[in-house]
């Protein structure tokens, strides 16, 4: 069983940054692929970013990139998602997803992760 713990979620003022991070607990964390969802009031939760396991390759949501970036530290069993230039509407509950088996060909479904977290809110005041 794999726990994901998320943190570093807060109130930011449009325009500035913030780095959430998550924590992961097993062994073999470097042979995971994980990623960042997001979920606004009221809308399905959408993919904002993914980093592969094998090509440590990135995804990103169009709405993000340039401005958001995905990073893992497998020393820490740790995935970090460093935003900057934010925006009101990156206000979100934001989830962290492990994928523990396979090959991650589809980085922005959902149903490519196993595992989840309970999320942190990041809410971003105009």
């Known amino acids: 069983q794999l726990e994901l713990v998320e943190s570093g979620g807060g109130l930011v003022q449009a325009g500035g940054s913030l780095r959430l991070s998550c924590a992961a607990s097993g062994r073999i964390f470097s042979s995971y692929a994980m990623a960042w969802f997001r979920q606004a009031p009221g809308k399905e939760r959408e993919f904002v970013a993914a980093l592969s396991r094998i090509t440590s390759s990135t995804y990103y949501a169009d709405s993000v990139k340039g401005r958001f970036t995905i990073s893992r530290d497998n020393a820490k069993n740790t995935v970090y998602l460093q935003m900057n230039s934010l925006k009101p509407e990156d206000t979100a509950a934001y989830y962290c997803?492990?994928?523990?088996?396979?090959?991650?060909?589809?980085?922005?479904?959902?149903?490519?992760?196993?595992?989840w977290g309970q999320g942190t809110q990041v809410t971003v005041a105009s």
């Open positions: 997803a492990a994928r523990t088996m396979g090959i991650l060909t589809r980085p922005r479904e959902e149903r490519a992760y196993d595992y």
